[in-house]
């Protein structure tokens, strides 16, 4: 992970999980009699670096595989997406991740995660780490999932610190209690303070209204998006579901942008297809309302897919689901 990199090479690292997606080839039919499966390279915070490398982003991804076949798949699959894979590195020992889905459109879509012993992407060191690239690569990227368990929990603030809010942060709030290995973790309120010292080093804060409550105590859109703020961050992105997603930022302005009309297929990558085109948003300065428009119709477009990684849209589809106002 020590190999560094141009120093303006990078639009976005990310930093976090990856793993393999196998994805049913029916749907609506349960696990048990699924009888085949599509291999996908998967995990929330790669799916972010290659939703904006579709977006034309140059991008890299900080994360650890197994020694295996599985990790040696995760490599070519970033490379065929264009996303830099110099700092993925192997875990002896260890597994490359397996995660299994059933498909019960539109809106029930099961995940059974296999990330025992341990998920290599949680052995990511701080010693490892290319802080200088970290630090001055346009965007940053982190995940609530890199805080729940060490060595990744001290290697993820860490790089924050170092970062020290240059150029635009931004936390993925990303809260799966099933990921945090001791049980007492899985309750929130011993889960936040780890939050909030990673809001302290944080320009943009995106979550669902479970994972804001999570970090802040609060639940409403409003005031959740306020106590972001309030924690440190230039802008607050809450995501509400059928009512779409709010945006408020530290100068006041503020966009609520209702979802995209789409017929839903398997609703698992949207939100990382949300995080890639956000961060294209941010790079390409728009203004709030533009950036989530963009952000949720990227999101919609891949809800309408089966697959996470090979479901980013490129500009052409997103501009085209504008466009026509809906996915078609």
């Known amino acids: 992970m020590a190999e560094s990199a141009e120093s303006s090479a990078y639009d976005l690292i990310t930093m976090g999980r990856i793993g393999v997606d196998l994805y049913p080839l029916q749907t609506g039919v349960p696990l048990p009699q699924v009888t085949s499966f599509g291999k996908f390279l998967g995990g929330s915070a790669t799916n972010v ?151 302290r080093h944080t320009t943009v804060a995106v979550g669902n209204l479970d994972e804001v409550e999570v970090a802040t105590g609060v639940r409403e859109p409003q005031a959740a998006a306020r106590a972001l703020l309030d924690a440190g961050v230039e802008l607050a992105v809450v995501k509400q579901g059928p009512k779409g997603v709010l945006a408020v930022n530290r100068q006041g302005e503020s966009a609520e942008v209702p979802p995209l009309p789409v017929t839903v297929l398997n609703g698992l990558g949207a939100g990382d297809a949300f995080g890639g085109s956000l961060c294209h948003g941010l790079l390409a300065g728009w203004d709030l309302e533009r950036i989530m428009r963009h952000a949720n119709a990227a999101g919609a477009i891949v809800a309408s897919r089966l697959e996470c990684s090979s479901a980013m849209p490129t500009p052409a589809e997103v501009e085209q689901a504008l466009k026509a106002g809906a996915v078609l």
């Open 49 to 199: 670096a290659v939703a904006a490398a579709r977006l034309g982003r140059r991008t890299a991804v900080v994360t650890r595989t197994g020694d295996d076949p599985f990790g040696a798949y995760l490599h070519e699959a970033l490379r065929d997406f264009g996303v830099d894979d110099r700092w993925v590195t192997p875990v002896p020992g260890l597994p490359t991740p397996v995660t299994f889905c059933e498909v019960f459109p539109p809106d029930d879509f099961p995940l059974y995660f296999y990330r025992l012993p341990k998920a290599p992407d949680l052995e990511i060191d701080a010693h490892e780490l290319d802080l200088d690239a970290i630090r001055d690569t346009r965007i940053f990227w982190v995940t609530g999932t890199g805080l729940s368990e060490e060595p990744s929990r001290t290697a993820t603030l860490a790089a924050l610190a170092h970062r020290a809010k240059s150029g635009t942060t931004v936390f993925d709030l990303d809260w799966r209690p099933a990921f945090w290995k001791d049980t007492a973790w899985s309750d929130p309120e011993a889960a936040r303070p780890f939050y909030a010292e990673a809001l």
